[in-house]
Nanobody
Framework: QVQLVESGGGLVQAGGSLRLSCAAS????????MGWFRQGPGKEREFVAA????????YYADSVKGRFTISGDNAKNTVSLQMNSLKPEDTAIYYC???????????????WGQGTQVTVSS
C-alpha cells in the first residue's frame, strides 16, 4: 500500500508558473514509477508526466513538453512537477500516482492521490 498526497495547486495567470509536489508513504519500495495526471472540466483523465525511480527516466505528454518538468527525490519519496508557461487549457485537477511495474505511459496506475486543483486564468 502506498499513500500519496499532492500539494501546490492554486490559481495563476496564463504564462505563470506553479510547482506541484507529491509525498509518498507506505510501501514505497514497491513503486517502480510515479506520474502526474490531470482531468480538466468536461475532459477525460490524461497522462501528463512520469518518472522511473531507479534510473530517473522521464516521460511527458506532447502537450506539456518544454513547459513542464517532473523530478523526484528518492530519499524523501517525493515527486514534483514544475509547470511553466501555463495556459488556460492546463486548468485541471492534478493527480499524483504510483505504479509497481511497466508500462509507464498509461492511465492504469496502482495508487492515486486525491488531487490538487490548478486553475489558469487568461
Amino acid at each position: 500500500q502506498v499513500q500519496l498526497v499532492e500539494s501546490g495547486g492554486g490559481l495563476v495567470q496564463a504564462g505563470g508558473s506553479l510547482r506541484l509536489s507529491c509525498a509518498a508513504s507506505g510501501r514505497t519500495f514497491s513503486s517502480y514509477a510515479m506520474g502526474w495526471f490531470r482531468q480538466g472540466p468536461g475532459k477525460e483523465r490524461e497522462f501528463v508526466a512520469a518518472i522511473e525511480w531507479r534510473g530517473g527516466r522521464t516521460y511527458y505528454a506532447d502537450s506539456v513538453k518544454g513547459r513542464f518538468t517532473i523530478s523526484g527525490d528518492n530519499a524523501k519519496n517525493t515527486v514534483s512537477l514544475q509547470m511553466n508557461s501555463l495556459k488556460p487549457e492546463d486548468t485541471a485537477i492534478y493527480y499524483c500516482a504510483a505504479k509497481n511495474s511497466r508500462p509507464i505511459v498509461t492511465n492504469r496506475y496502482d495508487y492515486w492521490g486525491q488531487g490538487t486543483q490548478v486553475t489558469v486564468s487568461s
